[in-house]
């Protein structure tokens, strides 16, 4: 019996004596396997291929020279290298999570059955503290944390500040336009010395300026820009200037310059990354916008001094894809031009982006279209008038046109086309007194209600990949694509008056000016047009292509090649060149006029020109 | 700077010096390791190649979430029997690991007793909110069920309660004044929570549900953090979520209080054996009343006159401090804060770092408006603080009445409040058990003098 007794007591020092040594085992385990997964975690927040210095830098040197096919292996070697070690560690951290548990659960398990072998009941004894003390002392107690958290609310109450009670929103505008102090200063001085012509621009006090701060109201008085015809008239607002029709009100325009030495160039400025789109002004503001496959940016400029005032990058925005869609080089993301109201300044991009910042670079919203279907990229330009922005957005998936307000970005009307993908880029047209948004596709070219959406007419006219924008003149609308035709049409009547095939643009959009028709060919040539009867007038010979398109300024015509190289044409029947400068670097926009100056965007650079 | 103020950034804000030992006990990187994964972004493929579309799962089946129901049902009558008729610890514990593996692992936490408090709180003030027949039935059943035998939902069915049953190590009494002043953060956190599901700020049971993401093998870091010190403590402390923290254990409390049945230690007479004295792990049982002691005295009576005054004096105070908190309750909503953040700093609405930021100046909506809508979530806040307040100075009244009533007890008794029947110890009462293992087979362990 004794004996049995003894084994009893063995077995039981035994026990416990196994299940402290699995115990231990267990946590130095667990505590080992802690150790590795902290490593592996530090490891992991270390290469985050979420923000690789060396993919940024790869990226970044990629969009200064687009076509290296060798960059583009070399990113996508580094990012598959990089996304392997990320998921191989999440793959080791989750193996070792469990591992870990399966450890601590054996400790857990080990240390009760080491404790309940170790039990025994106390023998019951009577309780130190007498009930009453214990019930005094725990009154206490419950008042010190009852009057610890009333006490907590009231400090809450009395020293949590409330930024909503003072919230005034006259206060807010006073204080976000004071953001841009020095900006502001530049444009009224400007406005008032140089630009005679910007009267209509009207600077007045706003209604919400407060009367009880002068010393506010006096230093930065809030403009109301009138966004009239006249004003639109007098800036450059949209790809092709006024309502898109390639007539510029600017004069004493430079005939003359050189991009190699420097003459008549005010200044030229680096842009960041590439973009097809061509400038945009109002006022002192120049606009433009560039993307690559890893950013949107849209930048704005003093276009006085070439100063970059403000640049953003267009990210967050719901629906916007991840990936981003292909492309063509000679389209890109950043095709299409932006357009300004006068208050706000929108931009497209070839995901289906469009955003709206104020002049001040405050994102006022944006919104995402849906990827447009394009085999080239989408490149129609924006345009605004009544307080709506339209964009002709033909795709594969289908086609339509779209006004959205320009406050909110929401849909004020829709209306769905029949035609094909198109490239072109929308005008408007004052037809009777009223202003029509005109397209042109294939095959129709169509005027639409601005205020409604509704198709007003339709002609089926072109054919092939549209790419060149129609423009309005003389009571007809002019449309043009190459391996198609050139034709004029009376959108009053839905008539077609002439067409004529002899010479045909492909890019390149036309314009017109008292009478007469001019287009610039990819091959080379600007043709000159009688524009009631379609009848050839002159030709001239270019040294390189056109994706440039001509503009109407001064009475004269103007049109960069491809190579930077410009013609300035006297406007008239017979052919008169005035001068062909160089820019000296490759030209796909169109140039823009403001002040006597002529702003065009080169490959790689910004220019101003004017007469120094 | 401008990070400080992203709402979803928690993980630096906690990478301090408990990091390493944290890490060193549980299974942390592989929460945060899952939630980055979530949020990496596709490849930017520039080939052909279709990124396939983003298949969500359908909803759980109507079959399935009666079965919920069903399981829950059939947990809490088996363990009622096992409490009340079969006597059993063991069978208990059993059926707490099923409830655990059922509830917990294999249903994520979710369908959640704890949680549909806030969902059918939404439901009464959001009219476009409505819960399912099976949320309220969640809500309530363990309700009934407690007014009828206690807390036996507590006990086998509630997974984060088992979970910190199981890791109870080495269990240590807590003095009475700790336990009561701790206890009075369920009623407050059950307010809370009230308060903010009806302003429809946030489901903060649900956000700060400390196991939910051990379940889920994924939460956010500070979620884990907090699950691992529960359970650390609760080696020591048992259940210390569910006897401080659990709004819903505030309710059973409430109805445990008043049930018609309940478990008693011993199954026929207490022998005042003394055995079962410190078998319980929560402080749940009440020991005989001493007599002489326990007589009320004269200055007994003025102070029960005085906490009864105390409670509409209480209730008002509450009320009028929590009331006029409003504005730091308030800052939880999304709203409000984002209110407060673009006032206070107009320049951050250039902000495109900020996602919170980025998506309001997206959507069009100007600061005028977002700060009308924040004013007008301010005032329900400063409303129902006076509810919040007078509702948790009633309980710190009650709290301190009750500790001057005195009731008789002649045997040790489990604390219909406190008690979680979890049947441990009815292990220890020797009644009717002439095989009682401490008699029978180690009768030299029995007492340790």
């Known amino acids: 019996m004794l004996n049995l007794d003894f084994e009893q007591q063995m077995n039981e020092t035994e026990k416990i004596k196994r299940a402290r040594q699995i115990a231990i085992i267990a946590g130095v385990f667990t505590a080992f396997v802690g150790v590795l997964l902290l490593l592996n975690y530090l490891q992991i927040k270390k290469s985050d291929p979420l923000n690789s210095l060396v993919l940024e830098k790869l990226v970044e040197r990629l969009s200064s020279e687009p076509n290296n096919q060798h960059f583009v292996e070399e990113i996508r070697q580094v990012d598959l290298l990089m996304r392997k070690a990320y998921f191989t560690s999440l793959w080791q951290v989750r193996t070792g999570a469990y591992l870990m548990l399966f450890g ?17 009941i106390d023998q019951p004894s009577a309780d130190q503290i007498k009930e009453k003390k214990k019930r005094q002392l725990t009154q206490r107690w419950i008042g010190f944390s009852g009057a610890l958290v009333i006490i907590l609310a009231i400090m809450s109450a009395f020293f949590t500040m409330n930024h909503l009670k003072n919230y005034e929103p006259k206060k807010m505008l006073v204080h976000s336009k004071s953001d841009d102090e020095s ?15 910007t009267d209509t621009v009207i600077i007045t006090e706003s209604t919400d300026v407060e009367v009880k701060q002068p010393e506010v109201a006096i230093t930065q008085q809030p403009k109301v820009v009138v966004f009239n015809e006249e004003t639109v008239k007098k800036n450059h607002n949209a790809f092709r200037g006024s309502w898109g029709n390639a007539v510029s009100s600017s004069t004493n325009l430079p005939t003359s310059w050189d991009g190699a030495t420097g003459k008549n160039i005010l200044w030229k400025t680096e842009l960041p990354i590439h973009g097809y789109n061509s400038p945009v002004i109002w006022n002192e503001k120049l606009f433009l916008s560039s993307a690559n496959t890893s950013k949107r940016v849209v930048y704005c400029y003093d276009r006085n001094s070439g100063k970059l005032l403000w640049e953003r990058e267009v990210n967050n925005i719901q629906g916007s894809p991840a990936t981003q869609p292909k492309t063509t080089e000679d389209t890109g993301l950043a095709a299409p031009t932006l357009t300004v109201d006068g208050e706000k300044a929108f931009a497209i991009f070839g995901n289906g982006d469009i955003i709206a910042f104020d002049l001040n670079g405050n994102r006022v919203w944006a919104i995402n279209l849906g990827v447009p279907d394009n085999h080239y990229g989408h490149s129609s330009s924006l345009l605004t008038w009544e307080k709506k922005l339209f964009i002709q957005y033909d795709t594969h998936k289908g086609s339509k046109v779209m006004a959205l307000s320009t406050e909110t970005g929401k849909t004020i ?33 169509s005027g639409y209600d601005i205020t409604t959406g509704k198709q007003l007419w339709s002609v089926d006219c072109m054919s092939g990949e549209v790419g060149p924008s129609p423009v309005y003149g003389g009571g007809l609308v002019y449309a043009t694509n190459e391996y198609a035709r050139m034709v004029a049409v009376n959108p009053k009547t839905g008539e077609k008056v002439w067409e004529d095939n002899y010479y045909l643009p492909e890019v390149s959009s036309p314009a017109y000016h008292n009478g007469y028709i001019y287009i610039a060919t990819t091959f ?47 406007s008239g029947g017979e052919s008169k060149l005035i001068s062909s400068p160089e820019l000296g670097e490759k030209v796909f926009s169109t140039p823009v006029f403001a002040d006597g100056r002529v702003y065009i965007r080169g490959i790689k650079h910004l220019f101003c020109i004017g007469v120094n | 700077m401008v990070r400080l103020y992203k709402k979803h950034i928690p993980l630096k804000n906690h990478n301090n010096i408990f990091l390493g030992l944290i890490f060193l006990l549980m299974t942390v990187p592989t929460q945060i390791a899952h939630s980055q994964q979530q949020r990496f972004p596709k490849p930017e493929f520039q080939t052909e190649y279709q990124i396939p579309e983003t298949e969500r799962p359908n909803p759980r089946a109507p079959f399935m979430e009666y079965l919920d129901l069903f399981l829950l049902l059939a947990v809490l009558s088996l363990t009622t029997w096992l409490v009340l008729k079969k006597r059993s610890r063991k069978w208990i514990l059993w059926v707490s690991v099923f409830s655990l593996l059922y509830f917990g692992f294999y249903r994520n936490g979710c369908i959640c007793s704890v949680g549909s408090l806030q969902n059918l709180t939404l439901s009464l003030f959001n009219e476009g909110y ?17 007014l009828a035998v206690g807390r036996v939902f507590c006990a086998s069915a509630c997974p984060l309660g088992i979970i910190q049953d199981l890791v109870i190590v080495k269990p240590i009494k807590l003095s009475p004044w700790l336990q009561k002043s701790l206890g009075l953060f369920p009623f407050i956190y059950l307010g809370l929570a009230v308060l903010y599901a009806a302003t429809g700020t946030d489901f903060i049971i649900c956000r700060f549900d400390p196991f939910v993401g051990i379940f889920r093998m994924g939460a956010e870091f500070h979620m884990i953090v907090l699950g691992i010190s529960f359970l650390l403590i609760g080696m020591f402390v048992a259940r210390p979520y569910c006897r401080f923290v659990c709004p819903y254990g505030a309710l059973l409390k409430i109805c445990s209080l008043n049930s018609k049945y309940h478990l008693s230690i011993t199954p026929k007479d207490c022998i005042n054996c003394k055995l079962c004295k410190d078998s319980c792990p929560f402080d749940a049982i009440d020991f005989p009343t001493d007599e002489k002691e326990n007589r009320a005295s004269r200055k007994d009576f003025w102070k029960f006159v005085f906490y009864a005054a105390l409670i509409p004096v209480l209730m008002f105070v509450g009320g ?35 996602l919170d930021i980025e998506t309001f100046m997206s959507s069009g909506k100007t600061l005028e408006i977002l700060v009308e809508e924040a004013k007008i979530i301010q005032e329900k806040f400063r409303f129902g603080g006076w509810f919040l307040g007078a509702f948790i100075g009633l309980v710190i009244a009650l709290h301190l009445l009750n500790q001057v009533i005195f009731r008789k007890r002649s045997i040790y008794e489990a604390n219909r409040g406190d008690c979680f029947s979890c049947g441990r110890c009815m292990d220890y009462c020797p009644v009717g058990k002439p095989e009682h293992p401490f008699f029978k087979d180690k009768p030299e362990m029995v007492v340790k003098s």
């Not at chain 1, 900006?183 to 012509?197: F, L, M, N, Q």
């Not at chain 2, 800052?331 to 900020?354: C, G, I, K, R, W």
């Open chain 2, 130 to 146: 409505s819960v399912s027949f099976t949320v309220l039935a969640f809500f309530v059943v363990p309700l009934l069920f407690a």
């Open chain 1, 104 to 120: 601590a659960i054996v400790l857990v398990l080990s240390l009760r059955v080491y404790y309940s072998l170790r039990f025994a």
């Open chain 1, 524 to 570: 080379a040539v600007v043709a000159c047009f009688e524009a009631t009867t379609g009848k050839l007038l002159w030709e001239f010979e270019a040294k390189n292509s056109f994706y440039s398109s001509p503009m109407i300024a001064e009475g004269k015509v103007w049109v960069f090649d491809t190579g930077g190289k410009a013609y300035i044409f006297e």
């Open chain 1, 413 to 445: 009307w829709e209306t769905v086309r029949t035609n094909e993908v198109s490239w072109a880029s929308p005008i408007l047209a004052k037809i009777d007194g009223k202003f029509q948004l005109i397209m042109l596709a294939n095959p129709n070219l």
């Open chain 1, 183 to 197: 900006i502001e200063k530049v444009e009224i001085v400007s406005i008032r010395t140089t630009e005679k012509e």
């Open chain 2, 320 to 354: 009028w401090a929590v009331s006029g908190s409003y504005k730091l309750l308030s800052s939880a909503h999304p709203d409000v804060y984002l209110a407060n953040l673009l006032v206070s700093q107009p320049e951050l609405m250039q902000n495109t770092e900020n």
